[in-house]
């Protein structure tokens, strides 16, 4: 089994090298094709690790080599495949096969066609690090690997200056959040000496409440960059410039649901310290609201889809928070299948409309990318949680776990969330598939994608449709190491009204998108009718102004203090102090130059000087010697030693 | 008694010949005035036992030293008056004292301590000519063959620097530059 | 009054600055060596007096060791200053600045 480990982690890196060997020459195909075999033989190598874990119920744990070992400190390249990992190698490499195979199709007209496939199969052997190690810092460096692809393809093509900000701004951010996930394994070591998961969290127990909570706190920082949770989650939105297959695989499957990830691999630490759990729920019921309120008005077609994610995120995290760890698990599985296909989707069509990304000057698509029309509206029934696609199972699962748990506030919350999302998802459907074809206006000529694309896809649709019905047998899988409690509504009567009622909720939303955006007549908006003046509207249309926040008090500031303390203290005093050594030698040199006059008598005149120096430092060594004693007296009582 | 005057005597002497031999304009008073100053300080050498000493020092200095200088001052003309440079003489003058002060101080603090031990006691009952013979040819015997040589090489060089044409090596001249110099000089043979 | 052998070094010493002000004063080199000189000899006187005072003949050997030096001193120095004026027509040391950095 450990040769199968191997090769699911490594595939990638081969894949990865392999397209990195082209990535100074033209456009070639084998670039793209190799790293997608390489991915399906990581995926083929990922299937038997879950049918094996699935058959025995064990995990497989490998130590490939001793990485770090100083003292007690002792950290191995360990790997560890059980439940939880073997879930998220099989949701990545699966996510990541069809992205690649997606991308030789959507990328073929890139110059830069090989270098995308080098960074996005080396993105996928980083997450596969991440999800494989046995310890923490086999974590952070995947957790690295990840950020740094990230950048990589959001600034993909760097040649446009919003892509290269928005990569740095999602890198910065992720630093910032690194920090405090640096310093909550610091502080897991510090406290338990050890990084591997299993020794850590069995010490835990053992420890105090308050190094637990800050323990938990640095983490769920860390996992609040990665998973881009308020305050930190202006760069999901600005990362859409990347190309799409980026934004379907990393940006809504895989790396953002790495924070999900953390916490739920910490389910130990988060058990002991449920106020900190509370908080967690809190904070992905508030990012699961706010997300979806900006996705609302948003005219941006990939980025509505990613508030969604973000919002989607934020049910995670509720499930995560509430120690329904399973839970979490479940609906990030079932969210990348239809979150990518959604993505790759809006791919299709980005393509059919020469990159316009506005929905509202499409419209009426449905009769020319039919196969693309059926997976969105599939993927968007997914995402809204109607039976009995996979957004019913595992979000209802969220919905009843707060309600179960007493939380009825965060309840609430994600119920009318849900309706936001189903809202804002068929708004987006309906602009662009049905009603009039507002495009001909823009004199843009679509047609659908290559069909091999379309075939890529379709693994993702199924599982979109199916995923629900593998929930028993994934809870009888995960359970193992996860807690396994079971939620269900003790009466059946409020179980079925409150199933029933979301659905109706949902549905209602679904009508109400449709008849606004798809069978009323849709005007592409010129910034004119009262509901774009009106002050809701323009707060969520600039994001609650917080990127203008960002800009103007954190920002700005900055570049001021920086710039004061580069005027100031580098160039006044740090610079100043530099130059002004050299300066000191250098009049030093030049005023001292007539002693080098080539007059051999000043030097005879300087011979006898320092002649006269040297006679007077040995009278002065001579006197010390001789009243040594008188003067250690002296210096005695002055209190010198 | 006799000690101390003889002392002071040629101590006033002496200082005074070196003085009007570093100040004066006219480069045969100096020459005059220092010769004069070595034999007075060769009575320090017969004050102190040191006969010798004594004998030697009027003999290489005032002898072969001095009539060394007389030689070289008649080939430089220095009959016209020595310029001396306008420089700061305080300076000159500040340093000079200071210098002769930290001596003193380092000689007038009996810093060294006082049980030296004469690693070669004067003999009782020898003259000091036989005593320093005794010594200098035992004790100190390659010291002094290494001066004998480096007087060699000293005589050697001024010959070699001072005489004519001393600056062509017929070693490294090639066969036909021999030739030419060889007919020059037939040819100022025959003229 | 007994003459001690401080006397002498002071002597030596005061000798010496005599010398010392030659070195820096003159501008003849045949001048300058003669500055030179006197500094010897005033060690000379030195080295005598601290030869009689302890009763030991180093002083004395050392005496005889700076004569043989100065002489060498004179004939390498004065056959220098012949070439020197042989090239150069004048013995003047602010004229020696060939090593002038």
């Keep these: 089994m450990e040769m199968f480990l191997y090769i699911a982690l490594f595939a990638p890196l081969v894949g990865s090298m392999f397209a990195a060997l082209f990535s100074a020459s033209p456009k070639t195909l084998i670039a793209g094709i190799v790293p997608s075999a390489l991915l399906f033989i990581s995926f083929l190598a990922s299937s038997i690790l879950l049918a094996y874990v699935l058959k025995t119920g064990g995990s497989i744990h490998v130590e490939m080599m001793t990485w770090m070992a100083t003292g007690d400190l002792y950290i191995p390249f360990g790997f560890m495949v059980d439940q939880v990992s073997v879930t998220m190698m099989m949701v990545v490499t699966l996510v990541s096969t069809v992205v690649h195979v997606y991308a030789i199709g959507y990328m073929s007209h890139d110059k830069a066609f090989n270098r995308f496939f080098a960074w996005l199969s080396a993105f996928v052997f980083s997450m596969m690090i991440l999800v494989m190690s046995d310890n923490f810092a086999g974590l952070f460096i995947g957790w690295e690997g990840v950020g740094l692809c990230s950048w990589g393809l959001i600034g993909f093509w760097y040649h446009k200056e919003v892509a290269t900000w928005a990569a740095n701004e999602a890198f910065i951010m992720n630093r910032i959040a690194d920090l405090g996930m640096l310093i909550g394994i610091f502080l897991v070591y510090w406290n338990t000496g050890t990084l591997q998961y299993v020794e850590a969290f069995a010490a835990m127990p053992s420890l105090e409440t308050d190094i637990l909570t800050w323990m938990g706190i640095f983490l769920f920082i860390g996992a609040m960059g990665k998973s881009a949770q308020f305050p930190l989650h202006t760069w999901l939105a600005d990362a859409m410039e990347g190309p799409t297959p980026v934004s379907a695989l990393i940006h809504a499957a895989t790396m953002v649901t790495a924070g999900v990830y953390l916490i739920v691999r910490a389910n130990p630490l988060y058990d002991l310290i449920p106020h900190v759990g509370l908080f967690i729920a809190s904070l992905g019921a508030f990012v699961a609201l706010f997300a979806a309120s900006m996705a609302l008005v948003n005219r941006d077609m990939k980025r509505i889809i ?281 009049n030093t040199g030049e005023n001292t130059r007539d002693m080098q006059n080539g007059n051999l008598s000043t030097m005879l005149k300087w011979m006898v000087a320092g002649a006269v120096g040297l006679l007077s430092l040995a009278v002065v060594f001579g006197l010390a010697v001789k009243f040594s004693s008188e003067i250690e007296f002296f210096l005695s009582t002055l209190g010198v030693q | 008694m006799f000690e101390a005057v003889a002392f002071y005597l040629f101590s006033f002497l002496t200082i005074a010949m070196f003085f009007i031999a570093v100040t004066t304009s ?166 | 009054m007994e003459i001690g052998l401080n006397h002498y070094l002071v002597l030596s010493t005061i000798l010496f600055a005599i010398g010392l002000v030659g070195v820096m004063r003159r501008k003849n080199l045949l001048l300058l060596f003669f500055a030179t000189e006197i500094l010897l000899n005033s060690v000379n006187i030195a080295f005598a007096a601290i030869s009689h005072y302890y009763g030991d003949l180093t002083g004395q050997m050392f005496a005889f060791f700076v004569i043989a030096i100065a002489a060498s001193e004179v004939a390498v120095g004065l056959g220098l200053l012949i070439v020197w004026h042989k090239r150069h027509g004048n013995i003047d040391l602010d004229n020696m600045s060939t090593m002038r950095g």
């Design chain 1, 306 to 586: 990613a508030y969604s994610t973000l919002s989607q995120l934020g049910y995670m995290f509720v499930a995560a928070g509430l120690g329904a760890y399973w839970v979490a698990l479940f609906h990030l599985m079932a969210h990348a299948f239809f979150k990518a296909l959604l993505f790759l989707g809006a791919g299709n069509v980005m393509h059919a409309m020469n990159d316009e990304l506005d929905p509202f000057k499409m419209g009426g698509l449905s009769k020319v990318m039919k196969g693309t029309f059926i997976m969105m509206t599939i993927a968007s029934v997914a995402l809204a949680g109607i039976f009995p696609l996979a957004g019913f199972f595992s979000k209802d699962l969220i919905l009843e776990v707060g309600f179960i748990q007493n939380h009825y506030i965060i309840y609430t919350v994600l119920l009318f969330t849900a309706g936001l999302t189903a809202f804002y998802s068929f708004r987006l459907v309906a602009l662009i598939f049905h009603g009039e074809e507002r495009y001909k206006l823009f004199g843009i000529d679509p047609h659908e994608a290559y069909k091999f694309m379309l075939v890529a896809m379709t693994p993702l649709l199924l599982l979109a449709i199916i995923a629900g019905s593998l929930k028993g047998t994934y809870f009888d899988m995960v359970t193992i190491v996860l807690p396994a409690t079971q939620y269900h509504v003790h009466s059946a009567v409020v179980y079925w009204i409150m199933t029933i009622g979301t659905q109706l909720f949902v549905i209602g939303a679904i009508a109400f998108a449709y008849k606004k955006y798809a069978l009323s007549e849709v005007k592409v908006p010129d910034g004119t009718s009262a509901m774009e003046n009106s002050f809701g509207y323009k707060l969520l249309k600039n994001q609650y102004y917080i990127p203008q926040f960002y800009e103007n008090y954190l920002v700005k500031p900055y570049r001021e203090l920086s710039l004061a303390f580069w005027k100031e203290v580098d160039m006044k005093i740090v610079d100043a102090t530099v130059d002004g050594i050299a300066k000191a030698i250098y």
């Design chain 2, 26 to 191: 006219q480069a045969l008073y100096a020459l005059t005035a220092l010769a004069a100053g070595m034999i007075f300080i060769s009575a320090f050498f017969f004050i102190l036992g040191a006969d010798f000493l004594g004998a030697i020092q009027i003999v290489v200095y005032s002898g072969a030293v001095m009539a060394l200088y007389a030689f070289g001052m008649m080939f430089f003309d220095t009959t016209r008056d020595v310029k001396e440079k306008k420089g700061n003489k305080m300076i000159i003058v500040g340093l000079g004292t200071l210098a002769a002060i930290l001596v003193v101080v380092i000689f007038a603090t009996p810093m060294v301590a006082d049980n030296i031990v004469a690693f070669y006691p004067m003999t009782e009952g020898v003259g000091n000519t036989q005593d320093v013979g005794m010594v200098l040819f035992t004790k100190y015997l390659i010291p002094f063959e290494v001066a004998a040589v480096m007087l060699l090489v000293a005589m050697i060089s001024g010959i070699v620097l001072a005489g004519k044409k001393m600056d062509l090596s017929l070693t490294l001249m090639s066969d036909a530059e021999i030739k030419d110099v060889k007919k020059e000089k037939n040819k100022k043979v025959l003229s």
